[in-house]
T-cell receptor, first 115, second 114 residues
């Protein structure tokens, strides 16, 4: 079975400060890892993914995520937060051999960036 | 380019009623998905369609049926609605490269079952 944990329901950060949204996972084999963002009353938007290669993955809107195999983590980061980054963030995982089967999503972390 | 379009946006049903949620994508994607989103639980896959004419059960298929009418459209039907099916439903799609990974989502259907 595969699972994802997002240990923080909410993260608060001041505009201009760096932000981190945490994600840890459990999966058999090498994971495929994803981050999505959801704005109010909208569907999810894909931010970035890790399949293989460089542990630091860059994505949309200045976000990046670092894959750490020993800690089974895939934390989302941004050097300087914007008020417009305030949204709900989801981490997701799947094992490579599950093919068309579902991603497993975390429960989400609400990011609040204060001006 | 509309992406993924879901109708209706809101619906209130009584227990036992039936309804069909509609989804269409205009990106020529092969794969389409139906998810439900409940507070504190992330998204859970209801059904998946890898291509026209094929459908597979996801994590929570009970109480639902789907139809992949053509490459563009993927509908979700509740035959006899139950209060436990109160949720926000999202349709998503992905191209061949994104197999198994939803790339584009609709804006959701907010469904309440009384």
């Amino acid at each position: 079975a595969q699972s994802v944990a997002q240990p923080e329901d909410q993260v608060n950060v001041a505009e201009g400060n760096p932000l981190t949204v945490k994600c840890t996972y459990s999966v058999s084999g090498n994971p495929y890892l994803f981050w999505y963002v959801q704005y109010p009353n909208r569907g999810l938007q894909f931010l970035l993914k890790y399949i293989t290669g460089d542990n630091l993955v860059k994505g949309s809107y200045g976000f990046e995520a670092e894959f750490n195999k020993s800690q089974t983590s895939f934390h989302l980061k941004k050097p300087s937060a914007l008020v417009s980054d305030s949204a709900l963030y989801f981490c997701a995982v799947r094992a490579p051999d599950t093919g068309r089967r579902a991603l497993t999503f975390g429960s989400g972390t609400r990011l609040q960036v204060q001006p | 380019n509309a992406g993924v379009t879901q109708t209706p946006k809101f619906q209130v049903l009584k227990t036992g009623q039936s309804m069909t949620l509609q989804c269409a994508q205009d990106m020529n994607h092969n794969s389409m998905y139906w998810y439900r989103q409940d507070p504190g639980m992330g998204l859970r896959l209801i059904y998946y369609s890898a291509s026209e004419g094929t459908t597979d059960k996801g994590e929570v298929p009970n109480g639902y049926n789907v139809s992949r009418l053509n490459k563009r459209e993927f509908s979700l039907r509740l035959e006899s609605a139950a209060p436990s099916q109160t949720s926000v439903y999202f349709c998503a799609s992905s191209d061949r490269e994104g197999r198994g990974q939803p790339q584009h989502f609709g804006d959701g259907t907010r469904l309440s079952i009384l």
